[in-house]
């Protein structure tokens, strides 16, 4: 579907000594949205957090490459400036500084320049009304006192108002209620185009309504056990995962 932008290869992970990934390979195009499933505790936010760069996890063999380049050993801070974005499970509050302070400083370290204030205002109140989210959030402190229906919201509202390249989602419609999740799933295709990516981590079928989904992948005993079509997240959601077999459709 075009050049690749992310590829992961036989890469292990460790975290306070202990094996978590153990050859782990991903390849992901420009254009592509993938799913990444598997049973709880199997290493999928590990993951992604090691994509992102996570000191607490301690990367033990193999490659992660980005637009071709090996990011392996470069810090957070480097990776989301070339255009990685990770929204999380159980986003932090963050008091004293607030949503849209926090979006305009995000937004100025990503672009290399500080975004024109009536402009960024102008995107900003947009993009809330698409995520029917009340627009006085954006004078709140970060995440405080947000439900957590608004706090998932906010982490959409942030991959809208940044455009990464790359978008982790860790199970960001965990918690949700089904109009809640509709709403971020339509902000993931506002957002996904031919030019970037988008890998999420699911256990529920609801999220991937209305997205065009090129793959999924089943992550157990520390390294991808199968790939297949959306039909296997399906499969998987109807089934559970006890019926999977290592290999790869």
Known sequence: ??????EIQDLGVSVEGHAIL????LKIDKGEIHVLMGPNGTGKSTLVSSIMGDPRYEVTK???????KNITDEKTDER??????LSFQAPEEIPGITLENFLRTAKGVVEGRPPKVLAFRKEL???????DMDPSYAKRYLNVGFS????????????LMLQPQLALLDETDSGLDVDAVRTVSKGISTYHNQKNAVLIITHSAKILEGLNIDYVHILEGGHIIKSGGRELASEIIESGFGRMEEGTD
Do not use: P
């Open 148 to 159: 957590g229906g608004e706090k998932k919201k906010a982490e959409i509202l942030q991959l």
């Open 125 to 131: 109140k947009t993009q809330m009304e698409a995520l």
């Open 80 to 85: 989301a400036r070339k255009g990685i974005f």
């Open 62 to 68: 193999g490659k992660i490459l980005f637009n071709g």
């Open 1 to 6: 579907m075009g050049s690749t932008l992310l």
């Open 22 to 25: 153990e050859g782990v390979n």
